[in-house]
């Protein structure tokens, strides 16, 4: 039976922020909202809203559903692999649904088997790793070092988060929501400022997001106030480059 969506919505709700188990059930409710194509923008806000979460986390949530969904079939044709783990479900019971979120990441980047995607979670659960300990491990694993990210690295890392947060921004109409995130972008990109030097590494990086947020500001299909909050972010980062 096909839910409608303030169904869905009424349900998400009931288990918002429960606990683990409530999150998994809304990560499926929300893949039933991301993969219905019919209205699918608008109904992923209201749902966001529902929960009092992001856009992006709805998105987050679906994604997470989804790659438990793919791997459950690889699970089920390999599972004497992994005798330590009953049933599919237990991983589901045992990891939080960011875990699987950050493994579609690491299988779209690094191109490794469901069969590989799935020792990593199973390692996760038993070793009680987070998903940032478990990401930060198959990176490593996959890069061929295990040496500490530098600070270009740290910095790239960070103003893509910003670059993130300003997506969600363009889908909350609420303008004190949208400075709070740009603020948060803007804090993102001075804490890796260092004391000035000829040409830092991260300048590139730098650049690259400043003359992205000019881009956009110039479109005429962005609203007047994210126009006016992407150039001032990209004034705050020409002034700590001081450009």
């Given at each position: 039976?096909?839910?409608?969506?303030?169904?869905?919505?009424?349900?998400?709700?009931?288990?918002?922020?429960?606990?683990?188990?409530?999150a998994?059930?809304n990560?499926?409710?929300?893949?039933?909202?991301?993969?219905?194509?019919?209205?699918?923008?608008?109904?992923?806000?209201?749902?966001?809203?529902?929960?009092?979460?992001?856009?992006?986390?709805?998105?987050?949530?679906?994604?997470?559903?989804?790659?438990?969904?793919?791997l459950?079939?690889?699970?089920a044709?390999?599972?004497?692999?992994?005798?330590?783990?009953?049933?599919?479900?237990?991983?589901?019971?045992?990891?939080?649904?960011?875990?699987?979120?950050?493994?579609?990441?690491?299988?779209?980047r690094?191109?490794?088997?469901?069969?590989?995607?799935?020792?990593?979670?199973?390692?996760?659960?038993e070793?009680?790793?987070?998903?940032?300990?478990?990401?930060?491990?198959?990176?490593?694993?996959?890069?061929?070092?295990n040496?500490?990210?530098?600070?270009?690295e740290?910095?790239?890392?960070?103003?893509?988060?910003?670059?993130?947060?300003?997506?969600e921004?363009?889908m909350?109409?609420?303008?004190q929501?949208?400075?709070?995130?740009?603020?948060?972008?803007?804090?993102?990109?001075r804490?890796?400022?260092?004391?000035?030097q000829?040409?830092?590494?991260?300048?590139?990086?730098?650049?690259?997001?400043?003359?992205?947020?000019?881009?956009?500001?110039?479109?005429?299909?962005?609203?007047?106030?994210?126009?006016?909050?992407?150039?001032?972010l990209?004034?705050?980062?020409g002034?700590a480059?001081?450009?």
């Amino acid at each position: 039976m096909r839910l409608d969506i303030d169904t869905i919505i009424s349900r998400a709700v009931e288990h918002r922020a429960k606990s683990d188990e409530s999150a998994w059930y809304n990560a499926y409710l929300a893949s039933l909202v991301v993969e219905n194509s019919e209205y699918r923008e608008r109904n992923v806000i209201k749902f966001a809203q529902g929960i009092k979460r992001t856009g992006r986390t709805v998105y987050n949530l679906a994604g997470a559903w989804k790659q438990y969904r793919e791997l459950r079939k690889d699970f089920a044709s390999n599972c004497e692999m992994w005798p330590q783990v009953k049933c599919w479900a237990e991983l589901r019971r045992g990891l939080p649904y960011t875990h699987f979120r950050a493994m579609g990441e690491l299988m779209r980047r690094f191109e490794f088997s469901p069969t590989e995607a799935i020792g990593y979670l199973v390692d996760a659960m038993e070793l009680d790793y987070s998903s940032d300990r478990m990401e930060d491990d198959v990176t490593a694993e996959h890069d061929g070092h295990n040496k500490p990210p530098d600070k270009a690295e740290v910095f790239e890392k960070r103003t893509n988060q910003a670059v993130y947060a300003l997506e969600e921004a363009t889908m909350n109409t609420d303008d004190q929501a949208l400075v709070s995130v740009l603020a948060q972008a803007a804090a993102a990109v001075r804490a890796v400022i260092e004391p000035k030097q000829d040409e830092p590494a991260w300048y590139g990086s730098a650049r690259l997001v400043r003359q992205g947020a000019l881009s956009l500001a110039r479109l005429d299909s962005v609203p007047e106030n994210l126009s006016d909050a992407l150039l001032a972010l990209a004034d705050a980062i020409g002034q700590a480059m001081e450009v």
